[in-house]
């Protein structure tokens, strides 16, 4: 898969996650991808300060990234 590809199955990823989040007052927006296999996320509004945050980015938002693009080793928020 191309870097290309990969950017456009994780952004497909993060808008499969962003209802939920929104739901809740949060978001979440793409940072960057480095070597193809680790993601950069930012939590947004209400996701900042949740406490439970690192649950959803690790149950949530990584499975579903690494659902989209399985090369995907890594997910982490960055503030």
């Known amino acids: ?13 993060l808008d499969e ?5 929104e739901s809740d007052g949060g978001n979440i927006s793409l940072i960057d991808i480095e070597d193809d296999k680790h993601v950069k996320v930012r939590l947004e509004g209400a996701c900042i300060s949740c406490s439970v ?6 149950a949530g938002v990584e499975t579903t990234i690494k659902k989209y693009a399985p090369e995907i080793e890594t997910v982490v928020n960055v503030a």
């Open 53 to 58: 945050n690192q649950m959803t980015l690790k």
């Open 17 to 21: 996650i962003r209802p939920f989040l």
């Open 1 to 13: 898969m191309t870097s290309q590809e990969i950017k456009l199955n994780v952004e497909k990823a």
